[in-house]
């Protein structure tokens, strides 16, 4: 059989998978960037139990294995009578996951913003609300986004593992049709080929408009 | 109130605990295989061979854009379609060390970029060859600013380790899954494997740090 | 190219050899010509100063002597033998990289910015070159490395790092460094333009030292105009990759001829 064959024959079932890779890694995102924003802010507080609740958050999830997240929410978790999804346990799981390298990266970049832009929003007399909201996290936002591009792609590599449990993602896709046609290479090739177009085609041109068009935004470009 | 049973708990360590040791062999040895791979793969880059420094940033590239858990599978299934067959932890370490060895080598590039270009003049000026000048010129002043991104990613590969299992290769994660499918319990085995992961990968940050320091000084850098 | 070198002799013969000639030198980055058709010759144990205003080239002289750059046009000799071409069936070719290194051997050099190797003590710097390129043994380049290190006057400091050591102390490690290779020519680039004006003079002391106790050829480019008044037998001026004036010291600070020269020195003496 052909590759083309090969391709026009499993189309379908690659161009599923990849559409289901796509939402877990949309869904996945969007979890991780609400959890970092969160938790990166509470690691700044002033509060010692608010600090505690985010670095053990971001211990637990820094410091072990998302493999092992995956399968703890999956088939743990549901012994505490929460149980999820598998579709919804494999973004959970990833966004999680992915938040907690996030939040380092909000703290870091937060902190990195110059101690004057501080002062002078004091001097403003602005709420810490609104001196965080309006004066520092945009400016932080300029720092963070080019390691968040690294991050998203973390992220999207990420959800290649919800396959083992069972999401029927562009992985599981092509490990099914592995088993099917024993083509190991054309199955597993043509996924790797799809994950680096994602990666290298969609999310760093995305991020690299992103980053520009807030520099723009914010008056550095 | 969580049904945790400490027989059980008694019963399955002593096996989780010989796959941690599974668990550091696998990370030791595809961070080894990392190490030189991923100089390699720096070096190829700054040499003045066109279409070898392009073919490597783009595997490099490749390699670091897709997910590691396909990679464990390609190399471990494609090899017997060719008619090679590879055990388990011959296939892992190949894509766990490939894997890392991309990583790496973005470490080493940066790090070989922040010496400056006078420290090659004087070398020129001494005549010394150019593999002697990386290796006893550049090569030592490139370390230290290496050793925190060649840290984080011991941590990393070890963190990864579980991908392997998905090959049975018998480090923690498949122990637990091993147990989990005898005993129909979860509970007790991957929550034990996460305490085991926290409980080595939260010092060994600190260990790596200490470290960092001290080839610092040994190098009279600090 | 090919055919523009088969006008230069294979090697330089007679009786009356620099020990340096560049013939017809030409560099340029891209349209730029930082050395336009340069032709000078250094005698051994000739001391020639070279100076002249920013850009003028005269960095560029002494890294095209150390290979650092590369040659667009002409040939330059040393001791005879061309420095970056080779005999290849009678005629002149690009040097092969053994060649090179073969020929840098005659050749060291010392920095404005000193180029220590910071993870190597004193010491280490000034054996590093002598046992892994020349083959001494570690007790032999280490006499020859103390001998250096005293001569400079840095003995007791031979066990330190560079960043223990000031500007000064760092730069007389690196003479030092590069006198261990037994060079015949020496080539001193702005050597004092990044020290503190107090330790100067460490430095210059030193290589007044190196004129008077050994016969080295030497080319140094400076800023420091007394220092090159007394020291050197010529003084070259450089302007816009040309020689514009050369000649005896007293002759060139004293009774400067072309206009260029003097606005040079008449600017630099307003400086100081």
Redesign the interface.
Known sequence: MSYFEFLSVNSTRFIDGTLITAMQTVLAATLAIALALTTGLMRLAPNALIRGIATVYI??F????????L??IF??LP??GITLEKFTAGFVAVGMNLGAYGAELVRGAILSVPRGQWEAALALNMSPAKRMWRIILPQSLVIMLPPWGNLL?EL??????V??ISVADL?FE??QI?ATT????QA??T??VV??VM??FIITPFMRWLERATARKLGKA | MFDWRWDFTAEILPRLIIATGNTLLAAGLGYAIAIVLGLILALAQRTPYRALTMTVREAVEFIRSTPLVLQIFFVFYVGPQFGVRLSPWVAGMIAIGLHYAAYLSEVYRGGLESVPKGQWEAATSLNLSTARTYFRIVIPQALPPSLAGMGNYLVGIFKDTPMLSVIGVAELMHTANAIGSESYRFLEPYTLVGVIFLMISLPSAALIRTFEAWVRRKLGMS | MTEELSKYPLELTGGDVPMVRFKNVTKQYGDLVVLDSLNLDVAEGEMVAIIGPSGSGKTTVLRMLMTLETINGGVIYVDGQPLTHMHHHGRLVRASNRYLRQMRSNIGMCFQHFNLFPHMTALENCMEGPVHVLGLSKAEARERAENLLDLVGMSDKRDQHPSRLSGGQQQRVAIARAMAMRPKVMLFDEVTSALDPEVIGEVTNVIRKLVSEHNLTMLMVTHQMGFAKDISDRVCFFFDGKIEEQGAPDELFGNPKKERTQQFLSAVKEAV
């Open positions: 211990e637990i820094r410091g072990t294995s998302l493999l092992v997240q399968y703890w088939f743990v012994l505490f792609i999207l590599k990420g959800t290649a593992l396959s083992l992985m092509a490990k592995n024993f083509l190991s290479a597993f090739g996924a790797l994950y680096y990666a290298r």
